[in-house]
């Protein structure tokens, strides 16, 4: 979409701006995309599930990080290319959203039916409309893959840049592709077993959500190793803090809050944290319900109640609420020790403060 320049905040770094101007690459991207399915004909159907999922919510984490990296390693010139990659990172999370909630069976994803249960509601009157949800939800995430391969290789990159953004996004997809298999592994037989319930934290989430999408946006400005090292010691615990976070609200809030149904981590027995660190602590009847979600029980909504009460007797969601201030507060640290310029400080304390909130 080169042909097209959207607005971008040219001075400081401001992620609402950020947010509005990926939201306009994307939509500009995915009219192009209609357009070339009605003239060939193609089902409509593949490109409205889509918009539906990358349009219609979501915090543009992702994108807001990598473009905040290029503004902290000092960014300047053109901007373009910059929001086309920041577009691509979250194209390729949509794919990953597609694919996520395939694996984890989840009926709903940001409010709306994530994409096989569009599809289904879509053939709702053929023979095994739902396999064919989830069949076509599967080659829709292959597709949204190819798709945020094309806005990369299209955002006009110089040969070196475009090599050393590859570089990151193949670590990147590598971590994230493991990180989803640990999470496969530790589903429905969680273990006291804290150190590997974060390990899956990191590779799943603070690699993938924090890190990365930072050095991303510092290569693109042709930044120095060591600066993406510095970037490296400040993302990896701040994106276990956001990992953490989103574990509470996973265990506990409801669904306008996280879009998706009530307590699905508990549901799914998930191996977080909080979870692990509950197992450490319960006995007795507290310890026989949790177990349960080892066994791959699903709990009705008394027992998800039941649990919650137990991550909070056990004393399980303080020390999580703990973990996220001392990681955050880590992060922070380094930005003291790292020697990096003042503006550079200032970009990633604004990352700090929307991710987490003030230290």
């Known amino acids: 979409m080169t042909e097209t320049t959207i607005a971008f905040p040219a001075r400081a770094f401001d992620p609402v701006g950020v947010r509005h101007a990926v939201e306009a690459r994307l939509t500009v991207f995915l009219d192009a995309k209609e357009r070339l399915a009605a003239a060939q004909g193609f089902p409509a159907e593949v490109v409205d599930v889509l918009r539906d999922l990358v349009l219609g919510g979501g915090k543009r984490v992702r994108p807001v990080l990598c473009v905040a990296g290029w503004y902290a390693a000092g960014g300047r010139g053109d901007q373009d290319p910059v929001v086309q990659v920041a577009a691509s990172l979250e194209m390729f999370h949509a794919f990953a959203l597609v694919h996520d909630d395939v694996m984890d069976r989840s009926a709903t994803r940001r409010g709306r039916p994530s994409a096989h249960e569009a599809f289904a509601s879509h053939h709702s009157g053929r023979p095994g409309a739902a396999k064919l949800g989830v069949d076509a939800a ?54 006291p077993d804290v150190d590997a319930a974060l390990r899956i934290a990191r ?25 993406c090292a510095a970037l490296s010691a400040f993302g990896l615990p701040l994106g276990e803090a956001f990992q953490l976070q989103d574990d509470l609200l996973g265990a506990f809030a409801d669904t306008p809050q996280t879009g998706k149904p009530i307590a699905e981590d508990l549901r799914e027995g998930k191996h977080t944290a909080l979870l692990a660190l509950a197992l450490r602590r319960a006995v007795g009847g507290e310890r026989d319900l949790l177990m349960g979600l080892c066994q791959g029980i699903r709990p009705e909504p008394v027992q998800v109640a039941q649990i919650r009460a137990v991550l909070e007797a056990t004393g399980a969601r303080a020390e999580v609420e703990q973990l996220i201030d001392e990681c955050h507060g880590r992060a922070l640290r380094t930005l003291e020790d790292a020697g990096l310029p003042p503006a550079a400080v200032s970009v990633l304390r604004t990352v700090a403060a929307t991710l987490i909130g003030p230290a």
């Open 203 to 227: 590779f799943k989430s603070a690699k993938y959500t924090v890190e990365r999408p930072l050095q991303l946006g510092a290569v693109l400005a042709g930044t120095q190793a060591g600066f």
């Open 138 to 191: 599967v080659l829709l995430g292959d597709l949204t893959l190819v798709w945020s391969d094309e806005l990369l290789h299209t955002a006009g990159l110089h040969t070196d840049r475009f090599a050393a953004v590859t570089s990151v996004l193949d670590e990147m997809r590598t971590e994230l592709m493991y990180g989803q298999y640990l999470d496969l592994l530790g589903t429905g037989c969680p273990s």
